[in-house]
C-alpha cells in the first residue's frame, strides 16, 4: 500500500518531495509492524498513521490543486492507505479501536483543511476535498461493519455447530449431570415406556398397548405394553403393516386391524403414533381398542401432545444405556474370560473329583472320604478366589484416600488370604492423577499382585507406589519361581495389563527379579526433581 500511494503521489502532484509523506506513515506503522501484540505500542503507532495520513491528504491535495488538478482531488492519491489500519483492527476484532481511527483520522482532514490555503482560500470549502474525504472515510467504515457483521455470523454458526471434542465435552458433562441428579429409573427405557403407557391410558381408550424401539436389522422391539395378554406384535418394518407406515412416514397412523400377528379377529381400532425426536425416529407407540373407530382426531392429538416430549426423554435414555453398555462391555469380557479361565476350570476339576470319589464309594470307603475332604479343601479354595474377585472389583479409588491407600489396602487383604509377607513403600504427594489414570493403575497392580499370588509360588511380595503427578510408578516384586515357569493364565494377565498401561500411556516393564521371583513396573510421565516439595507417607510392614 506504501508503494501504491508512493505512485499515486507522484503521479498527483510531479513533486518527489511529496514522497517525504510516505515515509512518515512508513515510520509512523513501523512500532505496529514490530510490536503487534503489546498493548500500548500497535494502537498508538496506528493512531499516529491515522495523523500522519490526514496531514498528507491534505498537503498532497494542495500541492496537486497547484498542478493544476482540481482543488481537492488529490487527497485521494493518499487517502487509500486508511485501509491499512482499519484492516489490522478488523483482522484482530478491535473494531472499536477501528471506529476511533476513523474518528481521528476525520478529525486530521478537517483540522489540516480549516488550516490549509488553496487559490485564495481555505481547503475545507472545496467541494473535491470534501468528496474525497468523505468517500474514503465512508469505504472504510463500511469495510470495518462488514467485518464485525461477518465476525459475528461465524461466531453463532460456530456456536450452533461446536467442534468435535468440544461438542463431546459438552454432552459428556451434562450425561454426568444428569446421571448424577436423576434417579435411576429415570433413565431407563423400560420405565420411561412404562409411565408413557399409563399417561396414554388416561387421555385414549386402550385394550393393549405397547413402545416399540427398533434394535438394528429392520426390526423392533418392545420396551414395555401393558393389555390383559402378552401380545405378539408386528415388528418387522419390511412387512405391510400401519407399524411400517408409521415409521416411514413419521406420521400418526390408523387402522381397522390389530398390529399383533396374534389376534384372533373382531372389532379392532389400531393408532401407530412416532416417536421423533429432531428428524430421528426413536420408537413407536401402538395402541389398540376391541371397538370400531376409537380413535377419531380429537383423541389423536391428544395423544400425541403425550408422546412428543417423551420421545426426547426416551431417546436420551436409549443413548445413556448405549453409552453405559458400550462403557461396560470391555470389562463384562475381560471377567468373561477371567471366569472362564480361572473358576469356571476348578468347578469342573471339583465336577471330576466328584465323579470319581462316586466311583469307589462302595469299594473303598477309606479313599472315598480322603477324596471327599480334598474336594472340600478344593471348594474353599475356590470360595475364596471369589470372594477376591468380588473384592478386586468392588476396589476402587476412593476420593479421599489416593491411590497408594487402595493398592495398600488390596495388597493386605490377597497377601493375607495367600499367605504372603507384604512389604509397602508408599510415597504419594498431596495432588492427584486423573480419575481414569488412578483407576487403570490400580487395576495393573491388582492383577500383578493376583499373580504373583495364584502363579509364582512366592513367600513374600514387595509393593513400591510412588505418585507425584503427572509422574506416577508402581512396582510389584515377588519371590516366587519366576515368570518364565507361570502358568497361561498368568502370561493373559500379562496382556491385560499392557493394555492397561498403553491406555493411558504408561510404560510396563517385567523383568526377572535376583535371585528369584518376577517384577513387574509401570511408569506414567517423567521422572520428578527429587527436591519437589510434597506431602509423602511411607509404610513398610506385613
Same mark, same amino acid.
Given at each position: 500500500?506504501l508503494a ?8 498527483a502532484?510531479?513533486d ?51 498542478g ?19 484492516t ?15 474518528g ?8 489540516a ?44 454458526r ?5 467442534? *468435535? ?5 459438552? !454432552?459428556l458433562?451434562? %450425561? =454426568? $449431570? &444428569?446421571a448424577?441428579?436423576?434417579?435411576? #429409573?429415570t /433413565?431407563? *427405557?423400560?420405565?420411561?415406556?412404562e409411565? !408413557?403407557?399409563?399417561? %396414554? =391410558? $388416561? &387421555? ?5 398397548? #405397547?413402545? /416399540?424401539?427398533?434394535s ?11 393389555? &390383559? ?7 418387522? /418394518? ?34 401407530i ?7 430421528r ?9 376391541d ?97 477376591l474377585?468380588?473384592f ?45 489414570t ?31 503427578p503427572?509422574?506416577?510408578?508402581i512396582e ?13 493364565e ?30 513387574v ?7 520428578p ?14
Amino acid at each position: 500500500m506504501l508503494a501504491l500511494v508512493a505512485v499515486l503521489t507522484l503521479i498527483a502532484t510531479r513533486d518527489p518531495a511529496q514522497l517525504w509523506w510516505i515515509v512518515l506513515l512508513a515510520v509512523a506503522g513501523l512500532p505496529a509492524l514490530l510490536a503487534p501484540e503489546h498493548r500500548l505500542i500497535g494502537p498508538v503507532s496506528r493512531v499516529a498513521e491515522a495523523v500522519v495520513l490526514g496531514l498528507a491528504a491534505s498537503q498532497v491535495a494542495v500541492e496537486s490543486a497547484l498542478g493544476g488538478a482540481v482543488g481537492g482531488l488529490g487527497a485521494s492519491a493518499v487517502l487509500p492507505y486508511l485501509a491499512v489500519p482499519v484492516t489490522v483492527t478488523a483482522l484482530r476484532r478491535r473494531f472499536a479501536e477501528g471506529a476511533a481511527l476513523l474518528g481521528v483520522t476525520a478529525a486530521t482532514l478537517l483540522v489540516a483543511g480549516a488550516f490549509t490555503e488553496v487559490d485564495g482560500g481555505r481547503q475545507l470549502g472545496q467541494p473535491g476535498y470534501l468528496a474525497v474525504c468523505a468517500q474514503w472515510l465512508i469505504l472504510a467504515a463500511l469495510g470495518l461493519y462488514a467485518a464485525g457483521t461477518l465476525h459475528q455470523v461465524m461466531r453463532v454458526r460456530g456456536e450452533g455447530k461446536p467442534q *468435535p471434542y468440544a461438542e463431546a465435552t459438552r !454432552l459428556l458433562t451434562q %450425561l =454426568r $449431570t &444428569v446421571a448424577r441428579q436423576l434417579p435411576g #429409573a429415570t /433413565l431407563d *427405557p423400560g420405565g420411561i415406556s412404562e409411565h !408413557l403407557l399409563e399417561e %396414554l =391410558r $388416561t &387421555v385414549a381408550p386402550t385394550t393393549r398397548a #405397547a413402545v /416399540l424401539s427398533a434394535s438394528g436389522g429392520g426390526r423392533l422391539v418392545v420396551l414395555a405394553q401393558v393389555g &390383559v395378554d402378552r401380545v405378539d406384535w408386528e415388528t418387522t /418394518l419390511d412387512a405391510d403393516s400401519a407399524i411400517a407406515d408409521a415409521w416411514a412416514s413419521q406420521q400418526p397412523q390408523t387402522a381397522a386391524r390389530s398390529q399383533a400377528r396374534s389376534h384372533r379377529g373382531g372389532d379392532v381400532s389400531a393408532l401407530i403414533v412416532p416417536l421423533v425426536a429432531g428428524v430421528r425416529t426413536v420408537g413407536l407407540v401402538v395402541l389398540e381398542a376391541d371397538a370400531p373407530h376409537a380413535y377419531p382426531p380429537p383423541v389423536v392429538s391428544r395423544v400425541t401432545a403425550l408422546t412428543g416430549p417423551a420421545a426426547l426423554r426416551l431417546e436420551a435414555a436409549l443413548l445413556f444405556d448405549e453409552v453405559r453398555s458400550l462403557a461396560t462391555n470391555e470389562e463384562r469380557q475381560r471377567l468373561a474370560r477371567e471366569i472362564h479361565d480361572g473358576v469356571a476350570q476348578e468347578l469342573v476339576m471339583v465336577g471330576y473329583g466328584i465323579d470319581n470319589a462316586l466311583a469307589y464309594v462302595d469299594e473303598d470307603p477309606k479313599e472315598t472320604a480322603e477324596a471327599l475332604r480334598t474336594l472340600r479343601g478344593e471348594v474353599t479354595r475356590v470360595i475364596t478366589e471369589l470372594r477376591l474377585s468380588l473384592f478386586e472389583l468392588r476396589s476402587e479409588v476412593d476420593r479421599h484416600g489416593g491411590l497408594a491407600a487402595a493398592i495398600a489396602e488390596y495388597a493386605r487383604t490377597v497377601g493375607a488370604s495367600g499367605g504372603l509377607r507384604v512389604h509397602l513403600s508408599l510415597d504419594e504427594s498431596t495432588a492427584r492423577l486423573p480419575a481414569a489414570t488412578e483407576a487403570e493403575l490400580l487395576r495393573i497392580a491388582q492383577e500383578a499382585v493376583t499373580n504373583a499370588r495364584k502363579h509364582a509360588g512366592a513367600a513374600n511380595l514387595w509393593v513400591t507406589c510412588e505418585v507425584d503427578p503427572p509422574y506416577a510408578q508402581i512396582e510389584v516384586s515377588d519371590d516366587g519361581h519366576g515368570i518364565g515357569d507361570q502358568r497361561a493364565e498368568g502370561h493373559y494377565g500379562l496382556a491385560i495389563m499392557a493394555e492397561r498401561a498403553e491406555r493411558i500411556r504408561g510404560r510396563l516393564e517385567i523383568r526377572p527379579r535376583q535371585p528369584s521371583g518376577t517384577t513387574v513396573a509401570v511408569v506414567v510421565g517423567s521422572s520428578p526433581r527429587r527436591d519437589n516439595v510434597r506431602g509423602s507417607a511411607a509404610a513398610e510392614g506385613e
